[in-house]
Nanobody, 128 residues
Framework: QVQVVESGGGLVQAGGSLRLSCTAS????????MGWFRQAAGKEREWVAC????????RYTDSVKGRFLISRDNAKNTMYLQILYLKPEDTATYYC?????????????????????RGQGTQVTVSS
């Protein structure tokens, strides 16, 4: 059974940093394009960043460019989201998602519904 699990969230002061992790089991991690999404209370879920299966290609939503860094370690079956200079508006539940893609596909996806598996989320709360 595939399991996708996020960790690393917490309560942080504005200006601080966090590194979120996402592990996935019972799948071939190297075959997965992966992404991060977030949902703040009372708001729609939004795509944050994604990374190709090999980690070469990454994309970010405009509001996080320069502060968020997505990466992955295929040897550890883990994806990361480094968040710098946290702002109160970053407060949200952060979700990880994975999708098996073809070997030739070097991109990544920004649609929640495009992914095969998703985690339960990790809460990030930023105090001002």
């Amino acid at each position: 059974q595939v399991q996708v699990v996020e960790s690393g969230g917490g309560l942080v002061q504005a200006g601080g940093s966090l590194r979120l992790s996402c592990t996935a089991s019972a799948l071939t991690f190297d075959d997965q394009a992966m992404g991060w999404f977030r949902q703040a209370a009372g708001k729609e879920r939004e795509w944050v960043a994604c990374i190709s299966r090999g980690g070469v290609n990454t994309r970010y939503t405009d509001s996080v460019k320069g502060r968020f860094l997505i990466s992955r370690d295929n040897a550890k079956n883990t994806m990361y989201l480094q968040i710098l200079y946290l702002k109160p508006e970053d407060t949200a539940t952060y979700y990880c998602a994975t999708k098996r893609v073809a070997t030739w596909y070097n991109g990544c996806l920004d649609s929640w519904l495009s992914y095969d598996y998703r985690g339960q989320g990790t809460q990030v709360t930023v105090s001002s």
